[in-house]
Nanobody, 123 residues
């Protein structure tokens, strides 16, 4: 499975931005796709995840109500719509995918990773 993330950029606080993650290869191996982020000097943290077939969503408390994860199975693409962005949302955002089993919010349980895309929110 290959993942490619894109759509990051520089925005102002309060703005919106959508990042995308396109999957290729053995996508039948994917049960769940997640977004993680890593700010300078901090550990990688869970942001949101969605199951590939049933579309069940989960969010970190820090983004709940502001971010929305969705998927387009026909395009093998997962989106993260980010609204009301804050400077503390600044990070490199990574998409990841996993099969069944393991924790949905643990980076170590995701087998496939895309390259990151930078999101910078200015105050």
């Amino acid at each position: 499975v290959q993942l490619q993330a894109f759509g990051g950029g520089l925005v102002q606080a309060g703005d919106s931005l959508r990042v995308s993650c396109a999957a290729a290869g053995r996508t039948s191996n994917i049960y769940r796709t997640g977004w993680f982020r890593q700010a300078p000097g901090k550990e990688r943290e869970f942001v949101a995840s969605i199951t590939w077939t049933s579309g069940i969503r989960n969010y970190a408390d820090s983004v709940k109500g502001r971010f929305t994860i969705s998927r387009d199975n026909a395009k093998n693409t997962v989106y993260l719509q980010m609204d009301t962005l804050k400077p503390e949302d600044t990070a490199v955002y990574y998409c990841a995918a996993k099969g069944t089993g393991g924790r949905r919010d643990s980076a170590g349980d995701y087998a496939y990773w895309g390259q990151g895309t930078q999101v910078t929110v200015s105050s």
